[in-house]
């Protein structure tokens, strides 16, 4: 709630427009807005307006195609890691 506060004190005093989101770089419950569940995040935010989750996001601090080539890498570092990983595991 402190940090809430200080966000709307620097946004009062700001001749710069400032924008603040609660923002999640992926979406553990699936690939869009829709299916995101986690009632708190509902329950106290703005949550058509001031959420950003997954793709949204990778957009809003990066480009348009920042998401997509974030799963690209993390597929090729997957194929490349994955019997390395797994050895760990095991």
């Known amino acids: 709630m402190q940090r809430l506060l200080r ?3 620097i946004k009062q005093q700001s ?3 400032i924008n ?3 923002a999640m770089a992926y ?3 699936g690939a869009n807005r829709a299916s995101y569940t986690y009632s708190m995040v509902k329950k106290y935010t703005d949550f058509t307006n001031a959420v ?3 793709q949204e996001f990778w957009s809003l601090i990066g480009e ?3 998401y997509t080539e974030l799963l690209e890498i993390y597929r090729e570092v997957g194929l490349s890691k ?3 990983i797994t050895q760990k595991l095991l």
């Open 15 to 17: 001749a710069i427009p």
């Open 52 to 54: 950003v989750i997954g």
């Open 64 to 66: 348009p195609s920042t």
């Open 27 to 29: 979406n553990p419950w």
């Open 82 to 84: 994955s019997s390395e």
């Open 7 to 9: 966000i709307y004190a």
């Open 20 to 22: 603040a989101f609660y």
